[in-house]
């Protein structure tokens, strides 16, 4: 299992401390607005509105600041207009790295990610760089100790998964991007607990990741997810669990 999907775990359970400092809904609201600006503001034909007002609730937002995020999108509020950029780049011991910005000042953003990626040993890299070594995905993360295997295994499958994949203690449903509200649907009805639902972007191959080089890219990836203009961060190492757990 890759780090990848550790660290969203990670982040996942996080979760209260970043809404806490307000940046969880900051990010959620632009993620809505962004969707909406992109796709039109009804969920039931913009898929990618849709995931992020499920996401949206899953962290208790107010109905309220869900319509008013649409709204913007659809220019009926006016504010910021925010721009949909993504930078990529090399973290340590060659991670590949993704970082999905929103902002409304890309040469802001821009400069805080290169100064954060050279001041913990990456450096940013050309468009198209990495992008190729990630597929974008329905990604969907099971505890062990929480699930039924045989039951999660029949339910993914039967509901159109494109693979199961087991780890040292979490099972990852891999989904189509267009089969992962579908499968989705399909765990929920069979009433399969998750600890994390979202489209994302899978690595195709890993980086081993162990001592500085770990901790490095660990906080790496803090700091750039704490960024106001950062929504997403995707990479492709790979770090032993215990490790993860002690240093995370």
């Avoid at 996942?12 to 607005?33: M, N, P, Q, S």
């Avoid at 609730?57 to 993504?86: C, F, H, Q, W």
């Avoid at 760089?129 to 993914?156: H, N, P």
């Amino acid at each position: 299992m890759s780090g990848h999907s550790k660290w969203h775990s990670i982040r996942h359970k996080k979760g209260v401390v970043d809404a806490r400092r307000g940046k969880l809904f900051t990010k959620l609201i632009k993620e809505i607005t962004v969707a909406t600006r992109l796709g039109g503001k009804d969920p039931d034909s913009n898929p990618r509105l849709r995931t992020a007002i499920a996401a949206a609730r899953a962290e208790n937002m107010p109905k309220e600041n869900i319509d008013r995020a649409i709204k913007k999108g659809t220019d009926e509020l006016g504010g910021s207009t925010y721009e949909e950029v993504t930078y990529e780049g090399y973290g340590p011991g060659g991670v590949a790295v993704l970082v999905e910005v929103f902002t409304d000042n890309k040469n802001r953003a821009v400069a805080d990610v290169r100064h954060l990626f050279e001041r913990h040993g990456g450096s940013l890299g050309e468009a198209g760089c990495v992008s190729w070594m990630f597929a974008q995905k329905g990604l969907i993360v099971f505890r062990m100790d929480q699930v039924d295997e045989e039951r999660l295994f029949e339910v993914a499958l039967d509901a159109g998964a494109e693979d199961i994949k087991e780890g040292e203690k979490e099972f990852e449903v891999i989904t189509e991007l267009s089969s992962f509200e579908q499968v989705k649907t399909g765990v929920d009805n069979a009433g399969l607990s998750y600890t994390l639902a979202e489209i994302t972007m899978i690595p195709k191959t890993t980086v081993n990741l162990d001592g500085k080089n770990a901790q490095q890219m660990l906080t790496l990836m803090e700091l750039l997810e704490d960024n106001d203009d950062v929504n997403h961060v995707y990479a492709n190492f790979d770090i032993p669990d215990e490790v993860m757990e002690a240093i995370s």
